[in-house]
């Protein structure tokens, strides 16, 4: 089970580096369906969120692509409501969590899978900051409840808002770190941490993030990234959906 988890982890690491979302949004309903409880996996997918996308995000800073202004609303909102969300979720039955996450992976799959971006003269060049705050409150609350780090609810957001989408995964993969850390400590704090998968899917993550970037950004536009992106998704979402019925 050991090798089949970090096999897994490597996996949708590497697939999921390039759009900045974190790849626990996969993760956590595949080590469901593998038999982990949803309590356990959802520590384990915001840590592994956290050391995973760190890299792209020093990778982004380093070669000036963070728009800071955009970010640090996102952040600071996703960071504290993360708290909010993993607390509220112990008193939260599990079927409604899974629930919750199968919507979201249906959402998210759509968005990816759908939304057409706007031509480059209509991305939006100003900060909205209270549309931002808001983005981040709701991914903050979802990551720290579902486990999934919150990438998949901000990028659609910030897409149909009107943000150009280059700028759109440096701001995610920047945010996701945080609000998964945060909800992480929670989760700690509360007692839910598996550490010896944590570790497993730590190395897994950090190994697969960096292969895939290097590799993704050679080989792969982003669009066909994003089609894989949610075709996975859609599959996951199915998948969960027969397993609660």
């Known amino acids: ?3 089949i988890i ?3 982890s490597f996996v949708t690491a590497f697939i999921f580096s390039l759009g900045g979302v974190g790849a626990a949004i996969i993760l956590i309903p595949i080590l469901v369906s593998l038999g982990i409880p949803i309590n356990i996996a959802k520590p384990v997918g ?3 969120n956290t050391v995973s996308l760190t890299g792209a995000s020093v990778h982004n800073i380093k070669n000036k692509r963070l728009n800071f202004k955009i ?7 996703s ?4 708290v909010v969300g993993a607390y509220v979720s112990k008193f939260i039955p599990n079927k ?3 629930l919750l996450l199968i919507g979201f992976l249906l959402f998210s799959g759509y968005m990816f899978l759908f939304h057409k971006k706007k031509e480059l003269e209509e991305y939006i060049t100003n900060t909205p900051y209270l549309k931002l705050t808001l983005i981040g409150t709701l991914a903050g609350i979802l990551s720290g409840m579902l486990g999934i780090g919150g990438g998949g609810i901000i990028s659609p957001l910030m897409l149909m808002i009107g943000f150009n989408p280059k700028q759109i995964v440096s701001v995610t993969a920047f945010v996701v770190p945080f609000s998964s850390f945060s909800g992480f400590l929670t989760y700690w704090a509360i007692g839910s941490v598996n550490w010896h998968i944590l570790i497993i899917v730590s190395i897994a993550g950090i190994v697969g993030a960096t292969s895939g970037t290097m590799f993704m950004q050679k080989k792969l536009n ?3 990234v994003k089609k894989i992106l949610a075709i996975l998704l859609l599959i996951m979402a199915i998948k969960l959906i027969f397993k609660i019925t």
Do not use: K, R
């Open 71 to 77: 970010a640090i609303p996102v952040i600071v909102s």
């Open 6 to 8: 970090f096999v897994i």
């Open 79 to 82: 960071f504290l409501f993360a």
């Open 46 to 48: 915001l840590f592994y």
């Open 96 to 98: 409604t969590i899974l």
């Open 222 to 224: 982003h669009n066909a």
């Open 1 to 3: 089970m050991d090798i």
